[in-house]
């Protein structure tokens, strides 16, 4: 059964210069573009009784209450379903954010980035410092519970003292969750064609990696690679699944999914889609291309792989396959061995992608 939705809104008022994802700046084409969302939900969903939905972007906080509530009417969903709606600090009022959580969403993930209102506006950002202040009073006052920052580490003349004034400050503002993202600069970003000078380099990123774990884990569970959350009731479900390698549905223009074993992502191209959502190519997995992505997204949550579990779902045995590997990162302290399985060192979570490039091809 499939049981989370994540759900994909690709306008912005503006796209950041880091941003490479599928998103325009232009609300334009907006209602010709949920007209299609909704024909491709109504085609593939089956009324299943949903554990989480997502909405991502581009920036879906831009939507109208009253689109949001069309989209969500389509799904089978209850007072304990997980519904997040990423936002701009600067794009939500007291009283949208009170339509929200009316109509049941319950998580909101704030795309922060900086507390320096500098960096802000160099990384192409619309809020400033008080815009964050000011949707988190609102947040808290309206009873959100769950609630998410999201922090940019390796920015364009960012130094340890910036990146530690920042995390202190996200931290008083007590969210129950906070995910730390590296700066990465791919194609179809602002940053690919002009790339910023002054940029940290990988031993510094390494050090604000480590120091935010230091922060943060004082007062927070690092339960993933990226993601820390106040205690376990505020993990992100939604994520969880795709890290445990579970089906999940993906809607929307350029929306990733994963149906009884076979992924699929749908076309980037804006009138493509609006002539046809319904139109997939499915990639029917190999037995061997399964366990690889066990074992890729299972390293990245910090308690690591459970061995038991993996032998039981493709009947094998995971470490003989991969025994000299495990063998090389245990010898070398980048893995540790725990009472299910084999986890990433602190260590080896710094170079988790060259680890994670050996298990390909065994």
Request: glycine share 4%; aromatic share 14%.
């Amino acid at each position: 059964m499939i049981n989370c939705v994540y759900i994909h809104i690709p306008f912005c008022q503006k796209k950041c210069k880091y941003c490479s994802f599928c998103s325009f700046e232009t609300l334009s084409k907006k209602e010709i573009y949920l007209n299609a969302l909704k024909k491709e939900i109504k085609n593939y969903y089956k009324n299943e009784p949903l554990k989480t939905i997502y909405f991502g972007g581009g920036t879906p906080s831009l939507l109208e209450v009253s689109e949001i509530e069309s989209i969500l009417e389509l799904f089978n969903f209850s007072s304990s379903t997980e519904i997040t709606l990423e936002m701009n600090p600067n794009d939500v009022t007291f009283d949208k954010l009170k339509d929200l959580k009316t109509l049941g969403v319950n998580r909101l993930s704030l795309g922060v980035q900086s507390f320096d209102n500098a960096t802000l506006k160099e990384i192409g950002r619309l809020h400033n410092k008080d815009d964050i202040f000011r949707v988190v009073e609102n947040i808290v006052k309206l009873g959100f519970d769950n609630f998410n920052i999201d922090l940019i580490y390796g920015l364009a003349n960012q130094n340890l003292s910036d990146w530690i004034e920042s995390l202190n400050i996200a931290k008083s503002l007590n969210p129950s969750h906070i995910s730390l993202y590296g700066l990465k600069i791919e194609k179809g970003s602002y940053y690919f064609k002009y790339r910023p000078k002054n940029l940290p380099d990988i031993d510094l990123c390494a050090k604000m990696y480590e120091i935010a774990q230091d922060i943060l884990q004082k007062d927070f569970l690092h339960y993933e690679f990226s993601n820390f959350a106040r205690s376990k009731k505020y993990y992100s479900k939604h994520n969880l699944n795709y890290w445990k390698n579970e089906n999940y549905y993906g809607f929307g223009l350029s929306a990733s999914g994963y149906i009884e074993n076979k992924r699929y992502t749908n076309t980037f191209d804006f009138n493509k889609y609006l002539k046809d959502p319904i139109t997939k190519d499915f990639i029917v997995l190999s037995k061997k291309e399964k366990i690889e992505e066990e074992v890729f997204l299972g390293l990245r949550i910090i308690e690591g792989l459970d061995f038991s579990h993996i032998n039981k779902k493709y009947d094998i045995d995971i470490f003989k396959k991969y025994e000299k590997i495990f063998n090389k990162y245990l010898g070398l302290n980048l893995m540790e061995k725990t009472q299910k399985g084999i986890k990433l060192s602190p260590r080896g979570q710094l170079v988790q992608n060259e680890i994670l490039c050996e298990f390909i091809d065994v």
